[in-house]
């Protein structure tokens, strides 16, 4: 399983950016994967994840009504569109895939333990 983040930069306010994570060796569309981030001094957070019964989708409070995952199957990819950028978005990003089966988005976004993580992609914004 590999995991492969990308689309950070620095960014300002109010700004968007379209963050990648190219999979493989398991399909996204059939394994919970999701965005956590990390903060200086803060504890990781999950962002927002697709769990793996049907329709699942979780988005943290932090970042509802300014993000949207979506996946494309037949690139393997999961990405994290954040708009309305702030400078409390400032973090490491990684994406993060369990081979486990039958939970929801939330319970993945609040596991301490996925099974594989990507390289993070540092997401910045700032003026």
């Known amino acids: 399983v590999q995991l492969q983040a990308s689309g950070g930069g620095l960014v300002q306010p109010g700004g968007s950016l379209r963050l990648s994570c190219a999979a493989s060796?398991?399909?996204?569309?059939?394994?919970?994967i999701g965005w956590f981030r990390q903060a200086p001094g803060k504890e990781r957070e999950g962002v927002a994840c697709?769990?793996?019964?049907?329709?699942?989708?979780y988005y943290a409070d932090s970042v509802k009504g300014r993000s949207t995952l979506t996946k494309d199957t037949a690139e393997n990819t999961v990405y994290l569109q954040m708009n309305s950028l702030k400078p409390e978005d400032t973090a490491v990003y990684y994406c993060a895939t369990d081979l486990s089966l039958g939970y929801s988005a939330d319970y993945y976004c609040h596991l301490d333990d996925m099974e594989s993580w990507g390289k993070g992609t540092q997401v910045t914004v700032s003026s």
């Open positions: 060796a398991f399909s996204v569309d059939y394994y919970a």
């Open positions: 697709f769990g793996t019964t049907d329709g699942s989708e």
